[in-house]
């Protein structure tokens, strides 16, 4: 009977999910619509939708995990550097982005970078289409990943079937919906996200004895409840976290800027000047929801210590709010319910991000490489379809990726963030906010920083010491570097390009 409740609450949470993109299948007349709701978003779709596609099974999954094992040190620095890269992000380049792509009427961002720069080969396109491929499949992978984790722990279910299921619900959705149905459901699946977070973590703080009985634990361990160390739970022991590690943790804050389907948030919002209401929501939606998951994971801890739950090792700490979930669930029928409605929340924060990310990849696709940098002439129905066979494409080459049930969540994650941040990131704030770039430099520096990050994370990484950072930092810094250097080398922008600059301050 628990099992029939938790399951039907989840079946109803995803037939839902497909009725929105089934509403919304008929308001797509055009690619604009498609891809970016003809820019009719009001300012909580946009706020919560472009949060709840950032916070992606990570936030559910991978940070508690991360907490539970290590404490508060690692995820906590990560944390800091997120709300401060939303809120930057939000400060610095919504309202100018906005206004830039709607007076260039771009829809992608790569396209806005080829029509900022007046690329007439359209190699940023192109570049920028595929750099948005390869980061957005492992990204798309580590949520079918979790997914199949969820029903998998739970239920028993084959990993495989369980990821094949996943994504059959969100590809339907999206190539139905588009956008709008995307944005929406976005918002629904944050609110769904918020209500697991309070479950979990006040039924956790009673099952392990109370607020002060998980302070006590927590502070019994090794470096586990200070910023300046990461606890070690194999040997029970603290190891010193540097400044060289904080900076490396906060660089995380970087990859904002660089984010292909957070920037198209800001671009579809229907007024630029609500993009302040759409901040404080973003804003304060974040700290809240990272703080809440970084503390479920030392109150899962709590619970191991009271004997709730049985020591979760490795990859296995990032079922932490399933096993809870599952707790729940033995308490009746309504119980039941609720542990559905959690269960729901972690594929509800995996569903927000893979149909963004999912959705930004078909669009790079059709209109970035086989209309504007292959020249096709695609009428609007065919270049749909060009966009809807590439979401399925993406989502069968992921759930191959994501065969292995033992991969990491939280690292598959952290790749794609920095394969995003190092590529765009520095070549978006220059296109924004600095009228001599030119095309010549910001080509260079996304290919610089997206093969930074690999060169930097199976090279040069795995040296130690120094040379163990985050990747995203190292590529961003260099992509900054290569996208002034080769500007200032090469010819300045013509008056044209600098007059549409103006125009969009």
């Known amino acids: ?10 079946v109803i949470y995803l037939v839902g999910m497909l009725l ?41 999954m991978g940070m508690p995990g ?19 890269g939303t809120w930057l992000n939000w400060l610095i380049v919504a309202r100018r982005l906005r206004r830039y792509s709607a007076n260039l009427d771009a829809i992608t961002v790569p396209q806005f970078l080829s029509l900022r720069f007046h690329d007439q080969r359209n190699l940023l396109n192109a570049l920028g289409a595929v750099i ?17 984790k969820l029903f998998n722990s739970l239920f028993g279910v084959d990993y495989m079937a369980a990821m094949v299921l996943s994504a059959v619900v969100i590809v339907g959705y999206t ?6 149905a995307v944005s929406t459901t976005d918002l629904i699946q944050s609110v769904v996200m918020s209500m697991a977070l ?13 607020w002060d009985v998980v302070l006590d634990n927590a502070r019994s361990l090794p470096g586990y409840l200070t910023m300046a160390a990461s606890h070690n739970a194999a040997d029970n022991t603290a190891t010193s976290y540097s400044l060289l590690d904080i900076a490396s943790t906060l660089a995380w804050g970087l990859g904002y800027f660089g984010m292909p389907h957070i920037l198209l948030r800001f671009m579809a919002i229907e007024d630029e000047k609500k993009l302040v209401l759409s901040r404080r929501i973003a804003s304060v939606w974040v700290v809240i929801a990272m703080t809440a998951s970084i503390v479920i994971g030392m109150v899962g801890l709590g619970m191991t210590k009271a004997g709730a739950l049985e020591f979760l090792s490795g990859s296995s700490s990032e079922t932490l709010i399933v096993r809870v979930a599952s707790l729940i669930a033995q308490h009746g029928v309504l119980a039941a319910i609720l542990a559905g409605l959690i269960l729901a929340g972690i594929l509800a924060a995996t569903m927000s991000t893979a149909d963004s990310q999912m959705l930004a ?4 696709v059709s209109q970035n490489i086989l209309q504007e940098f292959g020249h096709m002439k695609l009428t609007e129905k065919q270049s749909l379809f060009a966009a809807r066979l590439t979401i399925i ?28 941040g190092g590529s765009f990131g520095a070549v978006v704030l220059c296109s924004l906010f600095w009228k001599r770039c030119n095309w010549q430099g910001a080509l260079a520096g996304m290919l610089s920083g997206g093969l930074m990050v690999f060169v930097w994370k199976y090279i040069i990484s795995p040296l130690g010491g120094v040379f163990g950072i985050y990747e995203l930092l190292p590529a961003f810094l260099i992509s900054l570097v290569v996208c002034v250097v080769v500007s200032l080398v090469t010819p300045a922008p013509s008056a044209e390009i600098e007059a549409e600059f103006d125009a969009a301050k």
């Open 361 to 364: 990849a078909a669009s790079s």
């Open 393 to 420: 494409c993406i989502s069968v080459v992921g759930v191959v990726l994501a065969r292995d049930p033992n991969s990491s969540v939280f690292g598959i994650v952290s790749f794609a963030w920095a394969g995003f």
């Open 198 to 210: 309070i479950a979990v973590l006040v039924y956790g703080v009673n099952v392990a004895g109370g």
């Open 132 to 148: 948005i491929i390869v980061f957005f499949i492992p990204y798309t992978a580590s949520g079918f990943a979790a997914c199949g």
């Open 66 to 84: 991360l907490a539970y094992l290590t404490g508060i040190a690692s995820p906590g620095w990560t944390a800091i550097g997120l709300a401060v």
């Open 20 to 60: 929105v993109g089934f509403v919304y299948s008929k308001s797509n007349e055009d690619s604009s619509d498609f891809y970016l709701g003809g820019r009719t978003m009001g300012p909580l779709v946009t706020a919560m939708s472009a949060e709840a596609s950032d916070m992606s099974s990570w936030l559910l």
């Open 175 to 180: 190539i139905m919906g588009g956008f709008r």
């Open 1 to 10: 009977m628990i099992n029939i409740c938790i399951i039907a609450t989840i």
